[in-house]
């Protein structure tokens, strides 16, 4: 079977953690490999819901030449239901901790333990494969029942490591001491226990040493406890730190700034921290057990004896031996190559294989973009995607057309060369003309070009022919009763003129292009005006698009020398609400709502579509004498007006999807938005106001150290599900 659809089934989909980890990365290759994939939950965490689908859409999807993989790594009531689709399976299991390292700790996590490996066995039953992340997992599919088994590595996604880790753990890493790390839940079958004890041995020659415990501890139970008394017999209490979960820059910092990776766990189905310490050069010991020989080859020292005394020494050398840490780190770099995503890809593909499911091989394509040529959103947009795509690895060239001239229209696209595989247009009716573009999309299906249409704002009212239907549809009798009479017949020929041109508009626009993409609920609530054939029609986020003229500060100096450099205050929170001066994007409300010790910065020029808001603005800042207030009309500095500021503020009345939403989250800012379905997406990174007073509110709340530090953090997970890279690839699923 040549698989056009490979979804994707987990209970719980999160960011960060390793099985989340995987799935999103998945998807992204399977996307890379042409095939559509979605991924469905039972449970969605909030961060990422917007990219999740319910488990239970999984009934109504589509069977031909598709398949699911199911990710286990617990036991699930709603694992069961899945095993019961008829859909063909592959199981990828993750490992299931036994239930026996949860005794006295959790009865849930037992519970859910031993129904985990029961239903293990159900699903090789009505499974076609099982993947193993590692060996010794496989080992367990086939005691499992499982009939066809593979390993297919963990992947992990580096491009959502790629952000600065934290200043505050880096300086407290700093000094000349020894920083010893552990990542990992605080669990039994961590050893923490043995961690303890052998750190404490190794401390008696390095009484300055200090050890990191990174990991939640949500589910530790009393074994926290006695995992904390440990180490105040052992008089650790200054030397020892429990971080708990830590956001990605504080991991990040871990990595980079400890002197070396400790793991004595006692069952380990893959261990990812392994790898991630390898790509970030942190030497490692670790004990054998589970899968940690395999994750990690040579690129570390295995301890088979992890007595405290083996610990101790073995952390010595480690600590001293300068060749033997530039030894390791060198071997790590290099075992690094088997996690990579082409090695991922080829092992899937030959996993898959076995039961005779073809996943095409990737390939690198020329594409033109086609969009507007001037400097506005939907321009940056295409600009983005292009970027995307080349990340992507394929030639990507972008063809810019004059606004409404249809001659410039007919010259872009025949100058299009014939070895182009596929062109993605990326419209907005205020560019394109309606018969002169159909005129074009046929143009390309008759060179055999592939057309994938990229619709920003889909609606009747934006088709000049749907406008002509209704403005003749209410028509105003003007004349007398038998004059009107006539008249009529007249208005209805015309009607029908105008409307057998819409329909042939629509008609067309939705046959001639290989697929179609909307960006938004209400973009997608239209899309069967132009066909019913749902399987050519992709709803996908806007990606992000970085701000013109704009680099986001590294530091809180290099904000202040922004700010100094725009004439902004250095020690204010700063609001700023940006773009053209569109009545629906309600300035005046947010004025009205701003907290008189903030800065609000309108950052933005006069729209030709309504001019007087502009006016209405700054006569309404003169009126009421405010003082907090900064309007800005120098296009060329709108971005460094926002990024120089601490918070997007974007109450908009009305909307398809958000430009600058993406824009704010591209600077890594938090924002505040009103509560319109075009801004779902965006929630997590964000506070939601439906009206002035929870504005006003929200205005004040995000100014509180904690709530700005959780919509930061938010805001990265944001930057890595929207990178054009990961999206760009969805734009060419399906395409021969």
Same mark, same amino acid.
């Given at each position: 079977?040549r698989?056009r ?16 980890n ?7 290759? &399977?996307w890379r490999?042409?095939?559509?994939s979605?991924l469905f939950?039972?449970?969605?965490r909030?961060?990422?819901r917007a990219?999740?689908? =319910? ?7 589509p ?7 199911v990710?286990?790594?617990?036991g ?6 899945i ?15 036994p ?6 700790i959790?009865d849930?996590n ?5 129904l ?28 499992? !029942?499982?009939?066809?088994?593979a ?5 992990l ?9 934290s ?15 552990v990542?990992?839940?605080i ?10 004890? @052998? ?5 008696e ?22 995992v ?6 052992h ?5 020892v ?9 504080e ?13 004595l766990s006692?069952h380990?189905g893959?261990?990812?921290?392994l790898v ?23 690129a ?5 004896d992890?007595?405290?005394e083996?610990v ?9 031996d ?13 075992r ?17 294989? &076995?039961?005779g ?9 020329r ?8 400097r ?8 983005a995607l292009?970027?995307?795509?080349r990340?992507?690895?394929h030639?990507?060239?972008?063809v810019?057309v004059?606004h409404?001239?249809?001659a410039d229209?007919?010259?872009?696209i025949?100058?299009?060369p ?8 990326e419209?907005?009716? @205020? ?7 159909v005129q074009?999309?046929l143009?390309?299906?008759r060179?055999?070009?592939?057309t994938?249409l990229?619709l920003?704002?889909?609606e ?18 003007r ?18 003129n ?8 629509l008609?067309l ?5 290989k ?8 973009? !997608? ?24 003229n704009?680099t ?15 004439g ?14 569109f ?6 409300e ?6 008189? =010790?903030? &800065? ?5 020029t ?8 502009f ?5 309404f800042?003169?009126?009421?004498g405010?003082?907090n ?11 460094e ?5 601490d ?5 908009y009345?009305?909307?398809?999807q958000s430009?600058i ?19 779902h997406?965006?929630?997590?990174a964000? &506070? ?22 959780r ?14 890279e ?7 699923? !399906?395409?021969?």
């Amino acid at each position: 079977m040549r698989l056009r659809a490979l979804h994707q089934f987990h209970p719980t989909i999160a960011f960060g953690d390793a099985v989340g980890n995987d799935c999103f990365g998945l998807q992204h290759l &399977l996307w890379r490999h042409g095939v559509r994939s979605e991924l469905f939950a039972e449970d969605a965490r909030p961060e990422v819901r917007a990219f999740v689908r =319910d488990g239970r859409d999984l009934v109504s999807e589509p069977q031909d030449d598709a398949a699911l993989l199911v990710h286990v790594s617990m036991g699930n009531d709603f694992l069961d239901d899945i095993a019961t689709l008829p859909i063909p399976k592959a199981v990828v299991y993750h490992n299931i901790t036994p239930s026996r390292f949860f005794e006295g700790i959790s009865d849930f996590n037992r519970h859910y333990a031993d129904l985990g490996r029961e239903q293990l066995g159900r699903l090789a039953e009505r499974s076609d494969l099982g993947i193993g992340d590692s060996e010794y997992n496989r080992q367990e599919l086939v005691g499992a !029942g499982f009939r066809r088994t593979a390993v297919v590595p963990l992947l992990l996604d580096w491009r959502a490591y790629e952000t600065a880790p934290s200043e505050r753990v880096l300086r407290d890493l700093a000094d000349e001491r020894t920083d010893i790390v552990v990542v990992g839940q605080i669990l039994p079958q961590k050893a923490v226990h043995d961690v303890i004890a @052998g750190f404490a041995r190794y401390r008696e020659q390095d009484p300055t040493a200090r050890l990191h415990f990174v990991g939640s501890h949500a589910m530790s139970g009393d074994y926290l406890e006695r995992v904390e008394t440990l180490v105040g017999t052992h008089g650790l209490h200054q030397a020892v730190r429990f971080a708990g979960s830590v956001p990605l820059d504080e991991l990040l910092a871990y990595y980079r700034g400890g002197t070396a990776l400790l793991t004595l766990s006692d069952h380990e189905g893959f261990c990812a921290p392994l790898v991630e310490a390898m790509r970030f050069d942190l030497p490692i010991i670790a004990h054998a057990a589970g899968a940690i020989p395999e994750t990690l080859g040579d690129a570390g020292i295995l301890l088979q004896d992890k007595s405290p005394e083996r610990v101790a020494e073995t952390l010595d050398r480690i600590v001293h031996d300068a060749a033997l840490r530039e030894d390791l780190i060198a071997k790590g770099r290099e075992r690094l190559a088997e996690f990579s995503p082409e090695r991922v890809g080829a092992r899937l593909r030959e996993a898959l294989a &076995l039961v005779g499911w073809t996943l095409p091989v990737p390939k690198r394509r020329r594409i033109a973009v086609v969009s507007s040529d001037q400097r506005c959103g939907i321009h940056d947009y295409s600009g983005a995607l292009c970027d995307g795509l080349r990340a992507n690895g394929h030639q990507a060239t972008f063809v810019g057309v004059r606004h409404l001239d249809s001659a410039d229209l007919r010259k872009k696209i025949a100058d299009i060369p014939a070895g182009v595989d596929a062109v993605i247009v990326e419209h907005e009716a @205020g560019i394109f003309r309606d018969v002169p573009f159909v005129q074009a999309l046929l143009s390309l299906r008759r060179r055999k070009i592939p057309t994938v249409l990229s619709l920003h704002e889909l609606e009747p009212e934006k088709f000049h022919h749907y406008r002509m239907l209704s403005a003749a549809l209410h028509f105003r009798p003007r004349l007398r009763f038998l004059a009107e009479s006539v008249r009529v017949p007249w208005v209805a020929l015309r009607i029908s003129n105008w409307f057998v041109r819409y329909r042939a508009v629509l008609g067309l626009m939705g046959a001639l292009p290989k697929r179609i993409v909307v960006h938004s609920d209400r973009s !997608g609530f239209w899309v069967n005006l132009l066909t019913r054939e749902m399987s050519r029609v992709d709803q996908i986020p806007l990606v992000l698009m970085p701000l013109e003229n704009a680099t986001p500060p590294r530091s809180d100096e290099e904000k202040r020398a922004l700010r100094r450099k725009l004439g902004l205050p250095e020690d204010r929170f700063i609001f700023v609400s940006p773009g053209f001066f569109f009545r629906r994007k309600r300035f005046l409300e947010v004025l009205s709502a701003a907290p008189p =010790d903030a &800065l609000v910065v309108l950052s933005g020029t006069k729209s030709d579509w309504d001019p007087r808001y502009f006016d209405e603005v700054t006569s309404f800042i003169a009126e009421r004498g405010l003082e907090n207030v900064k309007v800005n009309d120098e296009f060329a500095t709108m971005g460094e007006h926002v990024v120089a500021s601490d918070c997007v503020v974007l109450f908009y009345e009305d909307m398809f999807q958000s430009a600058i939403a993406t824009q704010a989250v591209w600077a890594g800012l938090p924002a505040i938005y009103s509560d319109i379905p075009g801004f779902h997406l965006y929630r997590g990174a964000g &506070l939601v106001a439906r009206d002035t007073a929870e504005l006003a509110r929200a205005m004040r709340e995000v100014q509180e150290p904690e709530t700005y530090a959780r919509l930061r953090r938010q805001v990265g997970i944001l930057r890595r599900m929207l990178d054009p890279e990961r999206f760009a690839a969805r734009y060419l699923v !399906g395409l021969e």
